[in-house]
């Protein structure tokens, strides 16, 4: 399992136990965290699963590719250089206490 | 202990044509899951039940052998499941995507609708539905597909047709033949304009199918269901949210004085009347739900329709069109991986272009008093006719 730390719309800081071979967006869900709609189920076709990564995990992921990124321009709240669809960043790949910041609002 | 499906026989498919919505509140309170005899299917009507059958395509695959969709357009990526859907889907995502939408499509949606207000606007009266929602939709549809040298009239009958044989579950002959014929009209454009896309790609559905070598019959079922599926909706939700606006004069107003409001308009539109009230799914393994027991190859429907205005999301004013209610996921474009691929295309064209565009140019546009709104369907659902009244300019 992986530590992560998950910071919801409202300000709390719940830590979170994830599954490596689920989805960040799935992570967070199954952890009962309100603050991800995900409209289209990790299919990066609605851009309800958007979060704010810590520098960490920017420096550990791939960047986000030219779809994630188009997709990410119709985030509800305005996306960031540390923005990503969760549904498309995978548990194993994050470090051990990456901090992930849920947007205010998905829609 | 769970109960068996209970069957409800005593309502018939001609009033759920009328309104079914009185018939969606009973059964969200005293049935959710139940048997509805005279459509042959289990039906689904609350909102957390739908998000939860999305979620598990195993227990609730697409792909169904029995699927009047497979026998009237082929099997399409609607009807498949897994990762076989995804790699299909994925082969689309560029052509439907919201950066494409902006820089490619939108331009073409304002022609298409500056062309068509021009049109009416000297006439001072009409049917918003057919003279505008209508071709609206189905010249959008032609550009978005890829056969642009399609009268949108032909366009116009093949989506009915293809739609009438998949819900022709009286298994009449005559729908059956219309399809038929459809198909032709609809085979004969894909080859002409395949074989121009080969040469010039572009960003159309067909064009994309075509860079990726599909086999013939693939393109054919995927562009039937594109035509099956787009072209009803884009017109339902711009008749719907007209509808909705010109019924009541300050959401009106509101989005005259600021057109980016068109968009909420739209998303509270498709919100209040679903224009997809229902679709299909299986049972694959006996399961609960709503303590409810669905036996393995049970056929369920989706009321879409029914969960996007389940109280327990939308509270009591849930049967009013409000485009000020509080922001909320609604499934007017479902969940999960068959998550309406037009959705960012619809979002556009209906609620940034189309009504703004109406709007804008027909002063005092109202309802014909003498001439009321109808509205029906309950599988696909919207206006049947549109009439008003606005000064000739
Ligand atoms: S869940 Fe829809 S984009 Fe991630």
């Not at chain 1, 730390?5 to 965290?33: F, N």
């Not at chain 2, 949606?109 to 189905?138: C, H, K, N, S, Y």
């Not at chain 2, 093949?158 to 399809?179: F, H, K, M, V």
């Not at chain 2, 995927?222 to 339902?236: A, C, T």
């Amino acid at each position: 399992m992986t530590k992560l730390t998950v910071i919801t719309p409202a300000g709390e800081s719940r830590a979170v136990e994830a599954d490596p071979s689920t989805s960040l967006m799935e992570a967070i869900r199954d952890a009962g965290i309100d603050g991800i709609v995900a409209e289209c189920g990790g299919t990066a076709a609605c851009a309800t699963c958007h979060v704010f990564v810590d520098e960490a995990a920017q420096a550990a992921l791939e960047p986000a590719d030219e779809h994630e990124e188009g997709m990410l321009e119709f985030a509800a709240v305005e996306a960031t250089a540390a923005s990503r669809l969760s549904c498309q960043v995978r548990v194993a790949d994050l470090p051990e206490g990456a901090v992930v910041t849920l947007p205010d609002t998905q829609l | 202990m769970p109960r068996p499906l209970p069957v409800i026989d005593d309502v018939s498919l001609a009033e759920m044509y009328d309104d079914p919505y009185p018939i969606y509140a009973r059964l969200r309170q005293e049935a959710p899951v139940a048997w509805l005899a005279p459509a042959n299917i289990a039906l689904i009507t609350r909102f957390d039940d739908m998000i939860a059958i999305e979620r598990d395509d195993e227990t609730f695959p697409a792909n169904d052998p029995r699927s009047l969709q497979i026998r009237s357009m082929g099997h399409s990526l609607m009807r498949r499941d897994g990762a076989e859907h995804a790699s299909e889907r994925a082969v689309l995502v560029k052509s439907f995507s919201p950066p494409m939408v902006k820089s490619h499509w939108s331009p073409l949606f304002r022609e298409i609708a500056d062309e068509l207000v021009g049109d009416i606007a000297p006439r001072g009266q009409g049917d918003l539905f057919t003279d505008f929602a209508a071709p609206m939709a189905a010249r959008a549809l032609a550009q978005i597909i890829g056969i642009p040298e399609t009268d949108w009239r032909d366009l116009l009958w093949w989506s009915q047709a293809l739609i009438d044989a998949t819900g022709n579950y009286a298994d009449l002959p005559e729908p059956w033949e219309r399809c038929a014929r459809a198909s032709e009209g609809i085979d004969a454009a894909i080859d002409h304009h395949a074989a121009l896309w080969a040469k010039a790609p572009n960003p159309s559905a067909l064009s994309a199918m075509v860079a990726a070598g599909w086999p013939i019959e693939r393109i054919r079922a995927d562009i039937k269901v594109i035509i099956g599926g787009g072209l009803n909706e884009p017109r339902d939700s711009i008749g719907t949210v007209l509808l909705g606006l010109l019924s009541d004069a300050a959401q009106l107003e509101a989005v005259k004085a600021d057109p980016a409001l068109g968009r909420k308009a739209f998303e509270e539109a498709v919100r209040w009347v679903a224009p997809i009230g229902m679709y299909p799914r299986r049972v694959a393994r006996e399961t609960v739900l709503s303590d409810t027991v669905l036996p393995a190859g049970t056929a369920i429907g989706l009321s879409a329709a029914s969960a996007c205005r389940d109280e327990s999301h939308f509270g009591e004013s849930a049967g009013r069109f409000d485009m000020n209610r509080p922001k909320a996921q609604h499934l007017a474009f479902g969940s999960g991986p068959h998550f309406c691929l037009g959705t960012w295309m619809a979002r556009s064209m209906v609620g940034d272009i189309a009504v703004p565009a109406l709007l804008d140019a027909l002063p005092e546009l109202r309802l014909d008093p003498q001439n009321p709104p109808r509205m029906g369907g309950w599988v696909f659902r919207g206006p049947l006719s549109l009439p008003a009244i606005w000064s000739p300019k």
